[in-house]
C-alpha cells in the first residue's frame, strides 16, 4: 500500500521585505545596523514605503468612491497614525486617548469616528468637543450625549452602531450576531433612532461592524452585503437622510501555515454594486470601510536576539531576549484556539535553507512565552537576530510589557 504523502502547510512567503547578503532590510537598512541605529533589541520597525504602498494598492483593488478608515488601535504608535493619516480618508478610534494621538496627527476631526462599548463621560465630552463623529453604542450614550449638548450647545454628530442579525462567518474574532457587548442590536434600533431625534444629535449613520481576520473573500462579501441591507432598512426609521455608512471590514492577513493572502476581487465587484445601489438608496452617504491589520499588519517585524541555545532532552531551544510581553500575539495568547507558529526566521541569515527544528522562546518564567514552536528555522547561535513577521498589528499595544519588568520594547518607523 502506497502512504499518501501530503505537503505539509507552510507560510504564505514573506517576500514584502528585501534581503542583501542575508540581512533582512527594513526601509533600505540592514538589520544589525538598525539596531544599532536604535540602540537595543527587542524592538519593532514599521516600514514607511510598505504602509505607503499597501494603501496605494487598496486604492487601486477598490471602486472609486468607497473612503478608506484606519482603525487605529490596530497600531497606535504616533508616527504610525501620522503616517496613515495622510494616506486614508478617516481614522477611527477606541478611546479618549487614541483620540488625541489622532487629532494630533493632523486628521481631519469630520473624518475621526469613536466606536467602543464602555466610552466614559469625560470621552464622550472630548469627543463633541472635537467635533468628531460618536459612534453610539447603548441608550446611555444617548443621555449622556443629550446632556453634553444641552450644557454646551455644541451640536453632536452621531451615527448608529448595530449589532446586526448575523454573523460575519469564518472570522478570528466575531464582533456582532447574537448577543455582543458591541453596539445596539438591529432590533433595538427603531427606539434609539427616535431618541437620537428626540435628543437634537445630528445624526449621520450607521456602523456596522462583524468581525476581524477574516480570509475568505465570500464571507466578507455576504457579511457586507447583509450589512448594507440592513443599513436600508433600518434608514426608513432614521431622523434624517443617512451621510455616512461604515460597513466594517474584516479583511485578514495570512499569519499561519496554510494561509493565503486576500483576494480582493469579489470584494471590490461588491463594493461596486453596492456603491451604485447606495447613490439611488441613500444619496447623500459616503460608503466607508474601516480596517486596521490589513493596512499596517505586514509592514512590520519584531525582532529580538538570541541570547542563549541551549538542548533539553534532544530538543533544541532558542532563549530570545524578547517574548509574549511584547508580543503577545506572537506567543498563540491573544485570541488563538489552538497555538500556532507566525512567520518567523532568522533575520540575518536569510537565505540559508533551514537546517534545524528547534522552538524560539523568551526570557520569561512561563511555558507560554513562545516565538516559534518546533519550527524549522536556519541554525542559529547566540547573537542572532531572530524576526517575526506580520507583526504591524497588535503587537506592542496589544502586549503586557509590565509582565515580569523586562525592558520596555522600542517602536521605530522606518
Ligand atoms: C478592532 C476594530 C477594527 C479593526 O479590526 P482589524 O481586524 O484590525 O481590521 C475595526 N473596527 C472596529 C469597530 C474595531 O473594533
Not at 537565505?351 to 534545524?356: C, I, K, L, Q, R
Request: aromatic share 6%.
Amino acid at each position: 500500500m502506497s502512504e499518501v504523502i501530503r505537503e505539509k502547510p507552510v507560510h504564505a512567503p514573506m517576500d514584502q521585505f528585501r534581503s542583501e547578503a542575508g540581512e533582512l532590510m527594513v526601509g533600505g537598512i540592514p538589520l544589525h545596523r538598525l539596531a544599532d541605529r536604535i540602540g537595543q533589541t527587542p524592538f519593532y520597525a514599521y516600514d514607511r514605503e510598505l504602509l505607503t504602498r499597501r494603501v496605494a494598492e487598496l486604492r487601486a483593488a477598490l471602486p472609486p468612491g468607497i473612503k478608506i478608515h484606519y482603525a487605529m488601535k490596530a497600531n497606535p504608535m504616533p508616527s504610525v497614525v501620522d503616517h496613515m493619516a495622510r494616506l486614508v480618508d478617516g481614522i477611527d478610534v477606541a478611546s479618549g486617548r487614541e483620540l488625541k494621538v489622532a487629532l494630533d496627527s493632523g486628521a481631519n476631526p469630520h473624518e475621526i469616528s469613536f466606536a467602543g462599548p464602555g466610552k466614559r463621560h469625560e470621552e464622550l465630552r472630548q469627543a463633541a468637543a472635537a467635533g468628531i463623529l460618536i459612534n453610539i453604542e447603548s441608550f446611555r450614550e444617548v443621555s449622556e450625549l443629550a446632556a453634553i449638548r444641552q450644557a454646551t450647545g455644541w451640536p453632536v454628530r452621531v451615527a448608529v452602531r448595530v449589532n446586526p442579525d448575523f454573523e460575519l462567518k469564518s472570522s478570528g474574532m466575531k464582533m456582532g450576531g447574537g448577543p455582543k457587548q458591541f453596539g445596539v442590536d438591529a432590533e433595538q434600533v427603531p427606539e434609539l433612532l427616535a431618541q437620537i431625534g428626540e435628543a437634537g444629535l445630528a445624526f449621520e449613520g450607521f456602523h456596522l461592524f462583524a468581525g476581524s481576520q477574516n480570509l475568505r473573500p465570500e464571507a466578507i462579501v455576504e457579511a457586507q452585503r447583509k450589512c448594507f441591507d440592513l443599513a436600508l432598512r433600518l434608514a426608513e426609521s432614521a431622523p434624517s437622510p443617512v451621510k455616512f455608512l461604515n460597513l466594517g471590514g474584516g479583511f485578514g492577513i495570512p499569519y499561519f501555515p496554510g494561509e493565503q493572502r486576500l483576494d480582493l476581487s469579489s470584494i471590490s465587484a461588491n463594493l461596486a454594486v453596492i456603491a451604485a445601489e447606495a447613490k439611488e438608496k441613500l444619496p447623500n452617504a459616503e460608503i466607508v470601510i474601516e480596517l486596521g491589520r490589513y493596512l499596517v499588519g505586514e509592514a512590520g517585524i519584531y525582532v529580538c536576539k538570541i541570547l542563549d541555545r541551549k538542548v533539553s532532552r534532544g530538543h533544541t531551544f532558542l532563549v530570545a531576549d524578547g517574548g509574549l510581553h511584547h508580543h503577545l500575539s506572537a506567543s498563540g495568547n491573544f485570541g488563538q484556539v489552538i497555538r500556532k507558529n507566525y512567520p518567523v526566521a532568522i533575520g540575518d541569515r536569510i537565505g540559508t535553507p533551514a537546517g534545524e527544528v528547534v522552538s524560539v522562546v523568551g526570557p520569561l518564567c512561563t511555558p507560554l512565552d513562545i516565538l516559534a514552536d518546533r519550527m524549522p528555522l536556519a541554525e542559529a547561535h547566540p547573537g542572532n537576530l531572530v524576526v517575526i513577521f506580520q507583526s504591524g498589528a497588535y503587537g506592542a499595544s496589544a502586549s503586557p510589557q509590565a509582565f515580569l519588568d523586562q525592558p520596555r520594547v522600542v517602536e521605530v518607523l522606518v
